[in-house]
């Protein structure tokens, strides 16, 4: 998957656009905004916890940012 992975074009992502993806943790849900590769990625992405939902330790060859707006 190749998503918004090209840093010299500019991407506007607005509320209306929003499209919340489920994770592989069930009540963790991710808005991917950049992503190079399929689960193992590089990895920018919003994401929401549900009370009392983890998503455990894991590395991306790539990177990841993840910002939490939730939980």
Request: net charge negative.
């Given at each position: 998957?190749?998503?918004?992975?090209?840093?010299?074009?500019?991407?506007?992502?607005?509320?209306?656009?929003?499209?919340?993806?489920?994770?592989?943790?069930?009540?963790?849900?991710?808005?991917m905004?950049?992503?190079?590769?399929?689960?193992?990625?590089?990895?920018?992405?919003?994401?929401?916890?549900?009370?009392?939902?983890?998503?455990?330790?894991?590395?991306?060859?790539?990177?990841?940012?993840?910002?939490?707006?939730?939980?």
């Open positions: 998957m190749r998503l918004n992975a090209d840093f010299d074009q500019r991407v506007v992502v607005t509320p209306e656009a929003y499209r919340w993806v489920d994770s592989p943790m069930a009540g963790v849900e991710r808005m905004l950049d992503r190079v590769g399929e689960e193992v990625a590089r990895a920018t992405s919003l994401v929401r916890y549900a009370p009392n939902s983890t998503f455990p330790s894991h590395e991306h060859g790539g990177g990841e940012e993840i910002l939490v707006l939730e939980g």
